[in-house]
């Protein structure tokens, strides 16, 4: 784990941006608790005061199944931020048919709708990439995947509960 925050912060250096670590471990080395999850997440929200919180789908990985859930769920006791979930690459082009899934299960709880960004610099992307050399075998397999074009959606929380 200190490798991986190590490319991190290397990676996050060409954005100009600042790792901030939850206090959980990732779901390969224990199960992943949702509540605790939650709880890490809220903690971070109460330090860091964005306005504006970027959320993954959720498409695959149970860790990122976990973080969508957990965000899910602080959206709507903190309807003031303004929430922006996106599909994660490589997994959208892996498994394309669990969007659909991901985002219906959002639209139970949000009132969702697509934005426009703009295009990161494929460079610098594939360069931030190529920081994460504990990962490089495993990302060279989806490059073109994790370089494709990225798709996001703001989301403003209903007051129903998550399904």
Known sequence: MPVRKREDVSALEL???????????EG?????DVD???EAIGHAL????????????GIGHLDHIAVASACWELSRARPALS????????????????????????AACADIGPMEVDRP?????RAAMERYRTQV????????????????WQFTPKAVALP
């Open 137 to 152: 075998r495993a990302l060279r397999q989806s490059v073109a995947a994790a370089l494709a074009e990225e798709r996001h």
């Open 36 to 38: 605790r999850v939650t």
């Open 46 to 57: 109460d330090e860091l005061e964005p306005t504006v919180v970027a959320v993954p789908l």
């Open 15 to 25: 954005y100009g941006a600042r790792a901030w670590w939850l206090e959980v471990i």
């Open 121 to 125: 610099d494929p460079r610098r992307k």
């Open 83 to 106: 929430w922006i979930v996106y599909a994660e690459h490589p997994y959208l082009v892996q498994w394309p048919k669990l969007l659909d899934e991901r985002l219906a299960t959002l």
């Open 28 to 32: 390969q080395y224990e199960p992943l």
